[in-house]
């Protein structure tokens, strides 16, 4: 099972670029390819908490920002997206879903999954310190649907406010929470797929088989 112990910072600012000094505290996480796709762009991700919340950095090879969506909360999982799942706690059958798209459009959600039923659910009283924080960038071509880039990066925070309710939460040193990173690209027409842990294969909500975190 993959695993890895994720470094604490002092929190910082959110600006889709990955500069912030804090980054340097964290090594990159490679996202490899799933299912039968034998082609695809390089992807990796990192990550770093603080007090507050996790901090996210993907850096995204791409050719072309397959993403028409600007509204949060819509099915952006259908065209380019990030995704990050977080299962703080083993004993429920309930983790957090969060997607980011090259627009920066996003969708949290919380998935009660019992024995693959599951369904997302919004946040209620999504503000203040409960509300997350994200930006993406764009190399090589303009942040607009459907450009010709070269990559783009996707920055964002989850606050550990928004997890109040999931056991182990928030976390102290030590801790270990269940979790994976992902990315779909629409380029070709159909979706490609990457995975950090990769033993979930094109199934994104076998969150048994997810990998681990440890808060260093």
């Known amino acids: ?101 090259p627009l920066a459009v996003e969708l949290p959600i919380l998935v009660p999954n019992h024995k693959g039923e599951f369904m997302g659910w919004r946040p209620w009283h999504y503000e203040g310190l409960r509300q997350t924080r994200r930006a993406t960038s764009v190399r090589g071509g303009p942040r607009t649907p459907m450009a010709t880039v070269e990559g783009w990066m996707a920055e964002f925070f989850i606050p550990f406010a928004l997890l109040r309710g999931l056991g182990n939460t928030p976390p102290t040193p030590g801790v270990r929470w269940r979790a994976n990173l992902y990315r779909i690209d629409y380029d070709g027409g159909s979706a490609v797929q990457w995975a950090w842990c990769g033993k979930t294969g094109v199934n994104f909500h076998d969150f048994r088989n997810f990998g681990t975190i440890v808060f260093g």
């Open 1 to 101: 099972m993959m695993e890895m112990t994720i470094a604490k910072a002092d929190d910082f600012e959110v600006t889709g670029d990955g500069t912030a000094v804090a980054w340097k505290r964290a090594e990159w996480q490679k996202l490899n390819l799933v299912g039968k796709t034998k082609t695809g762009y390089a992807t990796r991700g990192k990550v770093l908490y603080s007090e507050t919340g996790l901090y996210f950095l993907f850096d995204n090879e791409d050719r072309k920002l397959t993403c028409t969506m600007f509204q949060d909360c819509q099915d952006i999982y259908r065209e380019d997206v990030i995704e990050v799942f977080l299962w703080p706690d083993e004993r429920q059958e309930l983790y957090f879903e969060y997607e980011i798209s």
